[in-house]
């Protein structure tokens, strides 16, 4: 009776199935369970329609509560007057103009990232007319970030 020697490729193949199947639980082996990191999804945008009347004369500032990073986009139109105008911008919870469109007419859209948490001033101003209200429909959209 003799012995009988083993190829070493063969030998190690073996080994190798051996430590893979210990080590991820193949073969029903119990093993260990590699599973990547779930990424939770963002959270839903909020939208916001509003529609109202800038008298002449008067401003409309409509407010926006957000978080830093947010993500604020706004579209709206303009009717009313001979051009369908008023002043536009955007202010931060601070009072500081984040965005000046001047005079604006018809549709306007923005999008910007919220540098600061609290409430954002949208304002509508039509102290420069003195007969035309301006019917405004503003459709808001936060995107919350992580």
């Known amino acids: 009776m003799g012995v009988k020697l083993i190829p070493k490729s063969t030998l190690w193949i073996t080994l190798l199935s051996l430590i893979l199947s210990a080590s991820v639980g193949c ?7 590699f599973q990547a990191p779930i990424k939770q999804a ?8 509003q529609s109202f009347t800038v008298a002449p004369n008067q401003a409309k500032t409509v407010f926006i509560s957000v978080n830093a990073g ?30 000046s469109g001047g005079r ?17 001033q949208i304002l509508f101003d039509n102290g420069f007319s003195v007969i035309s209200n301006k019917a ?5 959209t936060v995107y919350r970030s992580q």
Do not use: H, M
Request: proline share 7%.
């Open 136 to 140: 405004i429909n503003l459709t808001t």
């Open 70 to 99: 947010d993500r604020l986009t706004g579209s709206f139109t303009i009717e009313g007057g001979s051009g369908n105008d008023v002043n536009f911008s955007v202010r931060d919870p601070s009072g500081n103009t984040v965005l």
């Open 104 to 120: 604006v007419s018809k549709k306007w859209q923005f999008d910007f990232v919220c540098a600061s948490s609290g409430s954002y």
């Open 27 to 33: 073969g029903g082996g119990g093993g260990y369970q």
């Open 42 to 49: 963002p959270p839903p945008p909020i939208t916001q329609q």
